[in-house]
């Protein structure tokens, strides 16, 4: 296991709610949920993270339990709170979806001719082989 998520402990090698730090992570959905920011709902939660780690703790399944972690969030107040989050992204234009660049293959035609030469060494002979080879491209019709 890595890191333990906030509003957990270990103990005994099993992750048990940290009944303190799980009340401050249900404040926090909450804070949020009501229309605080992600800085105003940590300060009012008690929880002195930095944006990116209070951002992650939104988007954290583990809340809604695992088969190692215990629940803390129920399913739809975490689903409310994906919801106001990409709605908060989409008002403020921090959504953008990539562009999908196509990418064009050419379609090629390879001809190698029968070689007439024979040379002793390999690498040689190699180097006069792939020099036969010619290659064009084929339009899309053909």
């Excluded at 270990?10 to 804070?31: C, F, P, T």
């Excluded at 975490?78 to 990539?98: D, H, K, N, V």
């Amino acid at each position: 296991m890595g890191h333990t998520p906030y509003g957990y402990i270990i103990r005994n090698g099993k992750a048990v709610i940290d009944e303190m730090a799980a009340e401050q992570v249900k404040i926090l959905y909450q804070s949020y949920l009501s229309g605080l920011s992600l800085a105003n709902a940590a300060h009012r939660a008690g929880i002195k993270r930095c944006h990116a780690t209070i951002s992650n703790m939104l988007t954290n399944k583990r809340y809604l339990g695992d088969e190692y972690y215990p629940p803390i969030i129920e399913e739809p107040i975490f689903q409310q709170a994906e919801t106001e989050r990409l709605r908060r992204a989409q008002m403020l234009g921090r959504i953008r979806e990539p562009e999908m660049k196509s990418m064009v293959i050419p379609k090629l035609r390879f001809i190698a001719p029968i070689s007439k030469k024979l040379y002793d060494d390999p690498f040689t002979q190699a180097e006069y082989a792939y020099s036969l080879i010619e290659s064009e491209v084929i339009a899309d019709n053909e």
